[in-house]
Nanobody, 127 residues
């Protein structure tokens, strides 16, 4: 049984930092694409960051949404089945529920809303 669980959300002031964690179990973690999404109230879910699997032709390739480039960093630790999202220089517009998704594919291609998802962790940034 695949399980995905996010943690690390919270409330911070603008300019602050948070690190989100996502543990995915029940699948070959090193062989899957891992992605972070977010969804603010009244808005569609959007892709934030992705990292390709170790069996990709380009292992560990990271991709970021334009809105977070230079501020967010995705990384993973295969020994812990965990993917991280380091978020720096947070802005009020980063406030959203953040979701982690595990996709059984080598490469992360686009921001498809499929795969295994967690319940989300809330991030609130105040001005």
């Amino acid at each position: 049984q695949v399980q995905v669980e996010e943690s690390g959300g919270g409330s911070v002031q603008a300019g602050g930092s948070l690190r989100l964690s996502c543990v995915a179990s029940g699948l070959p973690f090193s062989s899957v694409c891992m992605e972070w999404f977010r969804q603010a109230p009244g808005k569609e879910r959007e892709g934030v960051a992705s990292i390709s699997s170790d069996i990709s032709r380009t292992p560990g390739t990271t991709t970021y949404a334009d809105a977070v480039k230079g501020r967010f960093t995705i990384s993973k630790d295969n020994t812990k089945n965990t993917v991280y999202l380091q978020m720096n220089s947070l802005k009020p517009e980063d406030s959203a529920m953040y979701y982690c998704a595990a996709k059984e594919r080598a490469d992360c291609l686009g921001w498809g809303l499929f795969g295994y998802w967690g319940q989300g962790t809330q991030v609130t940034v105040s001005s």
